[in-house]
């Protein structure tokens, strides 16, 4: 009998293993939220890959045809995605410019193909295999995507396999691609075979693209101290090392207020950086929209202070303030908050929803709700003074007449498609 790579390197894990994990544009479900389902199309996708594995694979294989995150319980979602990504033998990406100006779906990437490199496994991007799902930007080109395109038919190289699944006339090209697909994978399964192994902790890696080329890039600014910067006796739970790992209210949250953020402004259709108001260049001031989220202690230092000021004497319209209060409720931290207060009002030209979030944020939930609304407003201010915003539907050139037919070809029953 064959040994799979992961025999040889002495890293089987015992679990069982599927064929393909499909990875697409998508942001983490948030903790206390309803995992948000994907577009229909991509789980009729997926469902069609699925089935056409199902059918290619040998009848006695012991492997799953696939997995993707629609199928991961809720509960310790993270860890059941990186088990998810340690068994799967192919990792079906599909490239849009959502895909690449998301964060998440890079990190899903990263995570299989460190996988596949601690498993010393020969040419890890072998075992990618791309989907063209929507066109991409003239000037941007994710790995493969020339080979892809070069040997595609010309529907689908022109217009995307999602415009040929929605469409009626292209499925027959829709259903080959498909098959083809299925069989590329069960060959790479079956005839080397990696078998499960370790996958590292998907918070651990980083997106391995560069979002600002698929997206409009919106700035998650931090103003918050690092917990060495706070005084004796304040509590320090929720805070971190560092001003992106705060955790204001500690008992509600697992994960960092910034990551938090990044999931609602990613479901906008936007990349997303995030840095701390001591680390923010001037020039990002005038460059992106974005939002300063204000922890109060944050000026408990003559630094943060002066910090605040120099950052509120240059702030723009498109770059909106927001006071996060946290659970501490003594005098002192309703005097710090006042003063920033103080501070941010003295810039003045603040609309209703920048006022409502510097009045205070004394909640996950009122950051969740509040979040989106202050997110659309500085994007909304950001193309109002001028400055060009690239949002991640661009499309390649002309559209062949398959996308010329796709409003033609909907029926009145369909729900509008989510943009991916």
């Known amino acids: 009998m064959r040994r799979t790579d992961s025999e040889r390197t002495g890293t089987r894990t015992g679990q069982r293993g599927n064929y393909f994990y499909l990875s697409y544009a998508q942001s983490p479900p948030l903790a206390g939220t309803v995992k948000a389902g994907p577009d229909r199309w991509v789980r009729e996708f997926y469902q069609d890959l699925a089935a056409a594995v199902r059918e290619q694979a040998s009848p006695d294989s012991d492997i799953g045809p696939g997995l993707y995150d629609q199928e ?3 509960d310790s979602w993270r860890a059941s995605l990186s088990q998810a990504l340690s068994r799967a033998e192919v990792f079906v990406p599909l490239y849009s410019p959502g ?8 990190r899903e990437w990263a995570c299989f193909e460190r996988r596949l490199r601690d498993a010393n496994v020969d040419n890890p991007l072998r075992r990618f295999r791309p989907v063209l799902w929507t066109p991409l930007p003239r000037d941007v080109d994710p790995p ?4 892809l395109v070069a040997d ?3 529907e689908y190289a ?20 498909v098959r083809r ?9 079956d005839n080397s075979p990696i078998g499960p192994s370790p996958a590292p902790d998907i918070d651990a890696v980083q997106s391995p693209f560069q979002a600002e080329a698929f997206g409009a890039v919106f700035a998650i600014t931090m ?11 304040l509590d320090r739970s929720g805070y971190g090392e560092t001003s992106e790992d705060w955790k204001p209210y500690p008992g509600d949250q697992l994960a960092p207020l910034t990551e938090h953020a990044a999931g609602i402004v990613e479901r906008m259709d936007l990349a997303v950086m995030v840095t701390s108001i001591e680390k923010k260049r001037g020039d990002d001031l005038t460059s992106r929209p974005g939002v300063v989220i204000i922890d109060p202690w944050f000026i408990g230092t003559e630094r943060g202070l002066a910090a605040l000021e120099s950052f509120v004497t240059n702030l723009q319209p498109w770059v909106l303030p927001m006071v996060v209060l946290g659970t501490s409720r003594d005098a002192r931290s309703a005097e710090l908050a006042e003063q920033v207060r103080a501070i941010l009002r003295a810039s003045g030209g603040h609309g209703e929803a920048a006022q409502r979030a510097i009045a205070g944020i004394d909640s996950l939930a ?6 989106p609304i202050l997110a659309a407003e500085a994007e909304r201010q950001y193309l109002r003074h001028g400055f060009e915003a690239r949002r991640s539907g661009a499309r390649v050139g002309r559209p062949r007449p398959a996308a010329n037919l796709l409003n033609e070809s909907r029926a009145a029953s369909d729900p509008p498609a989510d943009r991916f």
Do not use: C, H, K
Request: no cysteine.
């Open 144 to 147: 493969d995507l020339a080979e």
């Open 99 to 106: 895909y690449f100006a998301r964060s998440w779906p890079g």
């Open 366 to 371: 009122m950051f969740a709700a509040l979040m």
């Open 72 to 74: 991961i319980p809720l």
């Open 223 to 233: 103003a918050v101290p690092r917990v060495r910067d706070l005084p004796g006796d």
């Open 152 to 154: 595609a038919e010309g």
């Open 181 to 189: 697909l299925a069989a590329q994978i069960v060959d790479l399964a």
């Open 158 to 177: 022109e217009n995307g396999l999602r415009t040929l699944l929605r469409l009626q006339p292209y499925r027959p090209t829709y259903d080959r691609i």
